[in-house]
T-cell receptor
Framework: EAGVAQSPRYKIIEKRQSVAFWCNPISGHATLYWYQQILGQGPKLLIQFQNNGVVDDSQLPKDRFSAERLKGVDSTLKIQPAKLEDSAVYLC?????????????FGQGTRLTVV | GQNIDQPTEMTATEGAIVQINCTYQTSGFNGLFWYQQHAGEAPTFLSYNVLDGLEEKGRFSSFLSRSKGYSYLLLKELQMKDSASYLCAVEGTVTALIFGKGTTLSVSS
């Protein structure tokens, strides 16, 4: 079974530029998450989708971050404009469903450096 | 509010036993996950506890006390490959996984 695919693996941009990340979840997984992991910290939830609907985006900085999940499969996360503090690894995860005890499977992440 | 605390770093030697503690205060609680994350890699699932008590899976065990807001991950017969970050994550009743900052474990020979 193929895992969660993310691209690109690495990205370096200047502050105030825009950037987009792509995620392809495990086939059939209805729930998709984007997490931000700053060096030395645990992952922080940015947004959760159930199929193509948003379940939780309370911690998404909506003035600069946006995410969509068209057709309930692939997802993109965009930052515009980027700030220095956005430097982090952006992890995408998926799970078969939303519910107690459902394991989330993570992709390898996109490491973003903002200079 | 949500608060999850774990020690930042721990060290141990090969063959030893180490216990990584996690305390949590969350507005809702469904269960608690432990994930392992090697440097530069994705987190991978280790265990899930929903009821009080000990869950054993090979060299790894995880314990939960819901009344105390406390969990631990026990690693036995440590190997060099166990050097990694261990993430405690709480599953809320209405929220997705909320992670602690992680505990970096260094295993030496």
């Amino acid at each position: 079974e193929a895992g969660v695919a993310q691209s690109p693996r690495y990205k370096i941009i200047e502050k105030r530029q825009s950037v987009a990340f792509w995620c392809n979840p495990i086939s059939g997984h209805a729930t998709l998450y984007w997490y931000q992991q700053i060096l030395g910290q645990g992952p922080k939830l940015l947004i959760q989708f159930q199929n193509n609907g948003v379940v939780d985006d309370s911690q998404l900085p909506k003035d600069r971050f946006s995410a969509e999940r068209l057709k309930g499969v692939d997802s993109t996360l965009k930052i515009q404009p980027a700030k220095l503090e956005d430097s982090a690894v952006y992890l995408c995860a998926s799970s078969p469903r939303q519910g107690a005890g459902t394991e989330a499977f993570f992709g390898q992440g996109t490491r973003l450096t903002v200079v | 509010g949500q608060n999850i605390d774990q020690p930042t770093e721990m060290t141990a030697t090969e063959g030893a036993i180490v216990q990584i503690n996690c305390t949590y205060q969350t507005s809702g609680f469904n269960g608690l996950f432990w994930y392992q994350q090697h440097a530069g890699e994705a987190p991978t699932f280790l265990s899930y506890n929903v009821l009080d008590g000990l869950e054993e899976k090979g060299r790894f065990s995880s314990f939960l006390s819901r009344s105390k807001g406390y969990s631990y991950l026990l690693l036995k017969e440590l190997q060099m490959k166990d050097s990694a970050s261990y993430l405690c994550a709480v599953e809320g009743t209405v929220t997705a996984l909320i992670f602690g900052k992680g505990t970096t474990l260094s295993v030496s020979s």
